[in-house]
């Protein structure tokens, strides 16, 4: 098994920035990319971002792109979102989710509890 653990969300005024981690431990070999998914009050849970392990084939949605980045530290076994220029339409909950097949066939396996992020007007 996998646990994932998330931190660093908040409220923060629109403009501002956030950082999101979130720590894996247990069988983290059975993983192979780890991402960011989202869901705000009455809508789906939507994709965010994803990387692989190494490093390699970042991906992001269009709604967040040029504005997030993700990245992760091995030695760490984490996984980070650089929340810039953030809108009130960002809020939402934010889970961490790890995959056991790579970002172009990016399958969730394992969620972390989620952190709320909010945005102010």
């Known amino acids: 098994q996998v646990q994932l653990v998330e931190s660093g969300g908040g409220l923060v005024q629109a403009g501002g920035s956030l950082r999101l981690a979130c720590t894996a431990s247990?069988?983290?070999?059975?993983?192979?990319?780890m991402g960011w998914f989202r869901q705000a009050p009455g809508k789906e849970r939507e994709f965010v971002a994803a990387?692989?392990?190494?490093?390699?084939?970042?991906a992001n949605a269009d709604s967040v792109k040029d504005r997030f980045i993700i990245s992760r530290d091995n030695a760490k076994n984490a996984v980070y979102l650089q929340m810039n220029s953030l809108k009130p339409e960002d809020t939402a909950v934010y889970y961490c989710?790890?995959?056991?097949?790579?970002?172009?066939?990016?399958?969730?396996?394992?969620w972390g509890q989620g952190t709320q992020v909010t945005v102010s007007s």
């Open positions: 990387i692989n392990w190494s490093g390699g084939s970042p």
């Open positions: 989710a790890g995959s056991s097949r790579p970002v172009a066939h990016f399958r969730t396996d394992y």
């Open positions: 247990g069988r983290t070999v059975n993983m192979y990319a």
